[in-house]
């Protein structure tokens, strides 16, 4: 944490050693479906803080070095392991411990040095699809699959209204951006996690962008050239 207005800055006095988060596998797929509000909970930042508790969740899953599955003494044997693999899926760079009691070995959570910023916000799993040019093998003996719809075609506004409405049950999480046909200048971003879906604006293509902007985009991003299309410049749908 730094602030230049108050002249605070922590990393001189001290270094962020592991994220660990700590999931309740006897309450998780609970939280995933109830749609409760950190508002509801009174965990909320303040009013304006409409989050739901899966988000928070699923962020917290997504940004961690160190995955605590506690409780699992309360659960059957299959359903620890699905799991488990879920929370792999999420974050395969992650860590995945199985506890009861939170008792984990000291040394997997203390000076592990495991902490890196950058490698942090890019290991959500959803990230990884995305940038991956080959997809990650599915873990289909669990029924645990994902995979990416990746078109430069845009999204009818009231199709995809219709689509949200009657969102699958069985989708834990998706994240990405997307082409909006009414909206041809702005990037679309969904995310969703449980029964919670969030859809907003995420800046202009750069295809969108004037001239002079756009040619210096490109100058200090050389690889979107690689999927430039003609016609369409950046735009594209990846979810």
Not at 152 to 158: A, D, G, N
Request: include cysteine; proline fraction near 3%; charge should be negative.
């Amino acid at each position: 944490y730094t602030d230049e207005v108050l002249n605070i800055d922590l990393t001189k006095n001290c270094r962020l050693d592991t994220m660990v988060t700590v999931v309740d596998a006897n309450r998780f797929w609970d939280d995933f479906a109830d749609g409760e509000s950190l508002l509801d909970r009174k965990q909320a930042i303040d009013e304006n803080d409409t989050r739901e508790v899966i988000d928070l969740l699923i962020d917290q899953i997504e940004f961690a070095n160190v995955i605590i599955l506690n409780k699992i003494d309360l659960l059957e044997k299959e359903d620890v392991i699905e799991l488990h693999h879920l929370l792999k899926k999420l974050n395969p760079n992650a860590k995945v411990l199985e506890s009861s009691f939170s008792k984990v070995p000291l040394k997997e959570i203390l000076n592990t040095n495991l902490f890196n910023y950058e490698e942090a916000s890019q290991s959500a799993g959803w990230i990884q699809e995305l940038n991956s040019d080959h997809h990650t093998p599915e873990t289909e003996e669990y029924g645990i699959n994902s995979f990416v719809y990746r078109r430069k075609y845009p999204f009818h506004p009231k199709r995809l209204m219709n689509w949200l409405e009657k969102w699958p049950l069985d989708v834990v999480r998706a994240k990405g951006f997307f082409w909006l046909a009414s909206r041809n200048n702005m990037i679309g971003l969904l995310s969703q996690a449980g029964s919670s879906i969030t859809i907003q604006g995420a800046g202009e293509w750069i295809a969108a962008l004037p001239e002079t902007e756009r040619n210096q985009m490109i100058a200090e991003e050389p690889e979107v050239l690689k999927n430039w299309d003609e016609r369409y410049g950046d735009r594209i749908t990846e979810l």
